[in-house]
C-alpha cells in the first residue's frame, strides 16, 4: 500500500491513485496531439460550456488517441475517430478523462493482467472495433477525470469562499484550475457557492455579475448531474428515520472537508480534531484504499500552544456503517450531541490553557498515558499538572528519554505542517483587488504558536478553546512519576481540614509543627514554587526531624501539615532515590527530586532517613560521599524538608546545624489508642456517606477490651485492622444478600482481625527464640527470654499515628535498613 500525495489534492478520485498521479496529470494537459492546427473546428464557431475529452494511452502512457466532444464520451465505444481540433476559445469548464488500453492485434487473445483484476470494476471496460466482432479488442481503464475550469469569473468566485484547504489548487492562477473527480472542494462549497451567486462584492459591475450567475449555475449543474443521486441517497442515511445515521465508506470524504471539527475515539474518549486535508491510499488489488486524513489541535510544546499535525487512517467497510462507531466521528454525529459536546469541549478548552501557565495541584481519577504512549491503567490521587515541568524534568531521575511529542503514538511520521489563513478569502477579480476592501480575520487567525503566560487567546476564542488537547502531562505524586491525564477527569483538591485536628501527638508538638508551617499555606488554593524571598543564598529552607519509634506519627505529620498548608506532599524512600546506593546515582535522584519539591512548592518527605544520614567513617569512603551529597543538598535546599528516622543516634553530627526543628515523638499509651479508635470509626462514616456504621458494642470493644489493649497496637496497626474488620463486615453483607443497604461493623469482625493478630504475634515470639537459640545455643536462657519479651509484643514504641494515614509506608527495622 502506498500512501496518496497530498499535494496533488485533497479531492482525490474513486479510482486508484497511484505514484504516477502528477505525471498523469501533466500528460493530459500538455499533450501536444490535444489540438492539431489547420483542421475544421468540431464545433464550429461556438465552443461548449462544457466540454469532454477522453485521451487513450498505451502502458508507456503515449498518447493513441483524443476526441472531444459536448456530451459525455464512452470510453468503452468505437466508431470513426473524430477531427482533432484547435479551439481560439476555452469552455467554462473541460471534462478531461484519461485511460489506458491494452490493444492487441486481430487473432492474439488478450493479455490481462493478473488474477487481481476485476472486471466488474466501473473503471474497466472492453473496446472493441466498428465490426464488434472482437478482432483487436482493448481492455480499457480509466486511470484519471479530471476538471480545467478555464473560466476566470468561476475561478475568481471560488477563490471568493474557499478559505481553509490546504489541498485547494490555486484560484487566482492564470492557467487552468485543476480539480480531480469526484471535485471534493466544489462538493464542499456548493452552499457557499449558492451564497455568492446572490451576494457578489459591491464592486462587481452588472455584466460581469451575470456572467458569474451563469457560471455557477452551470457548475452546480454539472456536480449535481454527475454526484446528486449518489449524495441524496447518501443524505437520506444521515437522517434515518430510526435515529441511527450511517455512513458509506465511498462517499464518507463529505464529512472530510477541511476546517470542520472530528472527534478521534483514543483509549475509549473522544479527542478533537480540526480536518487539514484527506487522500487515499492505493491497493495492489485495485480495490478501495484506507482515507488518510491530516489532523491537527492544540498543545503545549516548548514552552508554546502549538498545532500537531497527525495522519489517521480510516479503513474500508462493506455497506453502511453506524456514523457514531466510526473511528473518526464528525461533530455534528458525536455521541452525547454536538452542541453538549461543544459546550463541555469549550470548558475543558479554557482549563488546558490555564493549567498551561503553571502547575497546578489536582486531584484525579481517570485513566493514565505512559510516557512511552503505552496505556498505564487508571488511577486515583493527587497531581501536579505541570506541561512545562514535563520537557524540563519528564526524563525522570534515571535519565529516561522522554517523547518529544506529547500525543507519541503515532504510527507514521507526521506530516508536514500547513499554514493557517490570517484573514478571510475575497473574490481574485482585478475589480475586487483593486477596490482596497478590507479582509476580515480568518476563523483561525492567531491559533499557533501562543504563550499563554503572556498572550491573550485568539479572536475565536470559542473554536480555539475547542481544539485544544484533552490529555496534559502530570506528576503522579503517589507513584512519583510523570504521565499524561485526561483534563476531563482533574478536579479542585478539596483539603483534609480536620486532618490535623485529629493528628494524635503531644500538644506541644502540633503547636510547634503548625506555628512552623501555617506561614506557608497556599491560600488561594494555586500551587506555586516557593518564593525567591524565602531563600537568599543558601541554609535558609526549613528541615524538621522527625524521630521515634515506627507507627507513632511521623510519616502522618508530614501528610497533616500538607493538608493544613493545602501544599502537595512529595514523599519519597530510599527506593525512590536509588537502588545500588552509587554516589551518582544517589546525588542525581536527590537533585531531580528536590528540584521537583522546589518547584511545585511542595512538602518533601523522606522516610528512613538514617539510610543516607549516617556517621561518617573513614573505612567507608562511599558512605561518606553519600552524606557529603545529602549534606551539601540540604544546604541549598529552598523548601520545607521533612527527615524521619527511628535511629537519630546513627546521624552524622554535621547534620543537626541543618535542621531547624527536631520532635521527638513518643510512645503511645491507651489513652492515645483509644483517641485513634475513635478518629478513626468517625472517619470511617463519615467518608462511607452512611454506607457504613459501627455498632456500639464494636467500639465498646476496640475501646474496653483487655484483649485489645493487650496487643499493644500502634497507630498504622489500628488502622490495619480496622480496614480488616470492614472487609469481613462487607463479605458478610455481600453473603447474606447484597450490598443495597448499610454494611454494619460488629464487634464479632473486631474479634476475629484481634485473635488474627494475637495468633501471629504468638507465632512470631516463637520463631525468634527459635532463631536467637540457633545463633547462641550456649548463652543462658533467662538473657533470651528478657530480650524477647521487651520486643515480642510487635511494638518498638507506638505513636500518635492519625486516624487515617492513607498511603503511609512502612517503616523497618531490619539490619538491612540499618545500613
Not at 287 to 309: D, H, K, M, S, T
Not at 469 to 492: H, Q, S
Not at 531 to 549: A, C
Amino acid at each position: 500500500m502506498e500512501d496518496f500525495n497530498y499535494e496533488t489534492s485533497s479531492t482525490a478520485s474513486f479510482e486508484h491513485v497511484g505514484t504516477e498521479s502528477r505525471k498523469t496529470r501533466d500528460t493530459m494537459l500538455k499533450d501536444p496531439n490535444s489540438r492539431v492546427s489547420g483542421k475544421q473546428p468540431l464545433f464550429g464557431d461556438k465552443i461548449p460550456d462544457v466540454l469532454y475529452s477522453v485521451q487513450w494511452c498505451n502502458s508507456t502512457g503515449k498518447v493513441l488517441e483524443r476526441r472531444e466532444s459536448d456530451k459525455p464520451i464512452d470510453a468503452a465505444t468505437s466508431g470513426a475517430e473524430p477531427d482533432k481540433v484547435d479551439i481560439g476559445k476555452k469552455p467554462v469548464i473541460e471534462i478531461a478523462k484519461r485511460v489506458s488500453t491494452t490493444h492487441r492485434r486481430p487473432g492474439v487473445p488478450a493479455r490481462v493482467p493478473g488474477p487481481q483484476l476485476v472486471l466488474e470494476d466501473d473503471s474497466y471496460a472492453f473496446r472493441t472495433n466498428a465490426d464488434g466482432n472482437g478482432a483487436g479488442a482493448e481492455l480499457v481503464r480509466t486511470e484519471k477525470t479530471l476538471m480545467l475550469i478555464h473560466s476566470k469569473h468561476l475561478k475568481a468566485a471560488l477563490a471568493a469562499i474557499v478559505g481553509y484547504y490546504p489541498s485547494a489548487p490555486d484560484f487566482t492562477s492564470d492557467e487552468p484550475t485543476v480539480i480531480e473527480a469526484p471535485y471534493q472542494v466544489l462538493v464542499h462549497h456548493c452552499k457557499a457557492l449558492e451564497h455568492h451567486r446572490t451576494n457578489q462584492p459591491t464592486s462587481h459591475s452588472a455584466e460581469y455579475a451575470a456572467i458569474v450567475v451563469k457560471h455557477i449555475d452551470l457548475l452546480l449543474a454539472f456536480l449535481k448531474g454527475v454526484l446528486a443521486g449518489q449524495i441524496e441517497a447518501e443524505a437520506s442515511r444521515w437522517n434515518d428515520p430510526l435515529g441511527v445515521p450511517t455512513a458509506t465508506f465511498n462517499l464518507f470524504w463529505l464529512f472530510l472537508k477541511p476546517g470542520e471539527i472530528a472527534y478521534k475515539v483514543q483509549d475509549g474518549q473522544l479527542v478533537p480534531f480540526v480536518i487539514s486535508g484527506v487522500g487515499r491510499t492505493g491497493t495492489d488489488d485495485g480495490g478501495p484504499g484506507a482515507y488518510l486524513v491530516n489532523l491537527w489541535n492544540i498543545v503545549f510544546v516548548g514552552g508554546r500552544l502549538q498545532r500537531r499535525i497527525q495522519t489517521s487512517y480510516v479503513y474500508p467497510w462493506n455497506g453502511a456503517r453506524a456514523i457514531k462507531t466510526l473511528p473518526l466521528v464528525p461533530a455534528q454525529f458525536v455521541a452525547g450531541g454536538a452542541k453538549k459536546v461543544a459546550e463541555e469541549q469549550l470548558k475543558l478548552g479554557k482549563l488546558y490553557w490555564d493549567l498551561t501557565k503553571r502547575p497546578s495541584y489536582k486531584e484525579y481519577d481517570g485513566p493514565l498515558i505512559n510516557r512511552d504512549g503505552s496505556l498505564g491503567g487508571s488511577m486515583t490521587g493527587r497531581v501536579v499538572v505541570d506541561p512545562e515541568g514535563w520537557e524540563r524534568f519528564g526524563d525522570g531521575a534515571h535519565g529516561k528519554q522522554v517523547p518529544q511529542s506529547l500525543e507519541p503514538r503515532l504510527t507514521s511520521s507526521a506530516p508536514r505542517k500547513d499554514s493557517l489563513p490570517e484573514t478571510l478569502p475575497r473574490c481574485g477579480c482585478k475589480a475586487c483587488r483593486g477596490a482596497g476592501i478590507p479582509q476580515g480575520p480568518s476563523p483561525f487567525a492567531g491559533f499557533d504558536n501562543l504563550d499563554p503566560k503572556k498572550d491573550n487567546p485568539p479572536e475565536n476564542e470559542d473554536l480555539f478553546f475547542r481544539v485544544l488537547n484533552k490529555t496534559i502531562p502530570a506528576f503522579i505524586l503517589g507513584e512519583r512519576r510523570w504521565a499524561l491525564v485526561y483534563v476531563e477527569f482533574l478536579r479542585d483538591v478539596t483539603p483534609d481540614k480536620d486532618a490535623f485536628k485529629n493528628l494524635v501527638l503531644d500538644s506541644e508538638i502540633k503547636l510547634t509543627v503548625k506555628a512552623l508551617t501555617g506561614k506557608f499555606a497556599s491560600l488561594d488554593g494555586r500551587v506555586s514554587p516557593w518564593p525567591s524571598d524565602f531563600v537568599k543564598n543558601k541554609g535558609e529552607g526549613r528541615i524538621f526531624l522527625l524521630h521515634g519509634s515506627p507507627g507513632v506519627g511521623k510519616t502522618c505529620t508530614a501528610e497533616c501539615v500538607a493538608e493544613l498548608t493545602h501544599r502537595p506532599l512529595l514523599a519519597l524512600t530510599s527506593g525512590d532515590i536509588s537502588t545500588s546506593m552509587s554516589v551518582a546515582s544517589v546525588e542525581r535522584s536527590l537533585n531531580y527530586f528536590l528540584a521537583l519539591g522546589e518547584r511545585f512548592g511542595a512538602l518533601v518527605l523522606l522516610d528512613e532517613a538514617d539510610v543516607y544520614l549516617e556517621q561518617r567513617r573513614a573505612s567507608d569512603l562511599r558512605r561518606n560521599g553519600l552524606v557529603s551529597i545529602f549534606l551539601r543538598a540540604l544546604e541549598y535546599y529552598r523548601g520545607l524538608l521533612f527527615l524521619t528516622t527511628n535511629r537519630v543516634e546513627a546521624f552524622d553530627s554535621a547534620f543537626t546545624s541543618r535542621i531547624h526543628v527536631a520532635l521527638h515523638y513518643r510512645n503511645l499509651t491507651d489513652d492515645d489508642r483509644q483517641r485513634i479508635w475513635i478518629n478513626n470509626f468517625d472517619r470511617l462514616e463519615r467518608d462511607s456517606a452512611g454506607k457504613c456504621t459501627v455498632l456500639p458494642a464494636a467500639r465498646k470493644f476496640a475501646l474496653a477490651s483487655a484483649e485489645v489493649r493487650a496487643l499493644r497496637w500502634n497507630g498504622r496497626e489500628i488502622r490495619n485492622a480496622l480496614q480488616t474488620a470492614v472487609a469481613l463486615a462487607e463479605t458478610e453483607a455481600l453473603d447474606s444478600g447484597g450490598l443495597d443497604d448499610t454494611v454494619a461493623l460488629a464487634d464479632s469482625h473486631l474479634t476475629a482481625v484481634t485473635r488474627m493478630s494475637g495468633g501471629f504475634k504468638a507465632f512470631l515470639r516463637r520463631q525468634q527464640r527459635t532463631a536467637a537459640a540457633a545463633v547462641s545455643p550456649g548463652r543462658a536462657g533467662p538473657g533470651r527470654e528478657l530480650f524477647l519479651k521487651e520486643g515480642d509484643d510487635g511494638e518498638s514504641g507506638d505513636g500518635g499515628e492519625e486516624h487515617d494515614s492513607g498511603d503511609e509506608d512502612d517503616e523497618d527495622e531490619s539490619d538491612g535498613e540499618r545500613q
